[in-house]
Structures are given as C-alpha cells and as structure tokens.
C-alpha cells in the first residue's frame, strides 16, 4: 500500500481538484488529509488503485510523490493505538503520518507512513 504525498496549490479548489481526478477515473479515496509543509499545501491519500490514480495525477499535471504505508490491523479498544505507537518509538522508529482506514468486528485498520518500514514491521511483530 502507498500513500500520495500530492502537492497543490494553496487556493480554494485544490481539493475538489484532486478528489476530482481519481473520482472520474475510478479510483476510490480510502483514506485522505492534508497539512502545510512550510507554505506548501499537501494532500495525503490512500487509494485502492495506486497505478491508475498515479496515471490520472501524471496526465493532470499534478506533482506527487509515492510513500510505502505499513498497515495494520489492532483492537478498537483504549490504549490500543497507545500501545501500538509505544512499540514503535521503543524500536527508534518516527511516525510522519497516521490514518484509520476502517473499523469492524472490534477491529481498526490503521495505516502509518515511517521513517524505517523494516524496524516497523519488526516491532509490530
């Protein structure tokens, strides 16, 4: 799984655009948002289809890039996402983003964008 680092302008529109594109060529948002890195706007998305939503940005002219995404899958509990971060940090690893991507039978599936994608993995072991 891959996350889209999309940089876009900092105008109103900008969203709609990008939603836009991957809407009108079928590919589904599964998780979504955005902050500013200096004065730059930049939207993050998960998607369901990472070659077309690359094609539709890359035909629209859009500047992204590509982060690998570990996903995991923990109790809908308290603590639980406590625990899970405690994990990681003992491991040396930083978090750069966080996203739920669905809730069910008591369960979250949780994505995260990481510094070192082999220490996470081994940590979460």
């Known amino acids: 799984?891959?996350?889209?680092?999309?940089?876009?302008?900092?105008?109103?529109?900008e969203l709609a655009k990008?939603?836009?594109?991957?809407?009108?060529?079928?590919?589904?948002?599964?998780a979504i948002s955005s902050e500013r890195s200096g004065q730059k706007p930049i939207i993050r998305v998960v998607t369901d289809d990472e070659t077309t939503a690359s094609s539709a940005l890359e035909r629209s002219g859009i500047s992204y890039d590509l982060r690998e995404v570990l996903s995991i899958r923990?109790?809908?509990?308290?603590?639980?996402?406590?625990?899970?971060?405690?994990?990681?940090?003992?491991?040396?690893v930083n978090v750069d983003s966080?996203?739920?991507l669905g809730k069910?039978?008591?369960m979250t599936e949780m994505a995260f964008t990481v510094d070192n994608l082999?220490?996470?993995?081994?940590?979460?072991?």
């Open 18 to 30: 990008v939603c836009e594109i991957f809407g009108n060529n079928g590919v589904n948002i599964k």
């Open 74 to 92: 923990i109790s809908d509990r308290p603590g639980e996402l406590g625990r899970t971060a405690r994990k990681l940090a003992r491991a040396m």
């Open 1 to 13: 799984m891959k996350e889209f680092d999309v940089y876009v302008q900092d105008k109103p529109g």
């Open 104 to 106: 069910d039978d008591g």
């Open 118 to 125: 082999r220490k996470a993995e081994q940590a979460l072991r």
């Open 98 to 100: 966080i996203y739920i």
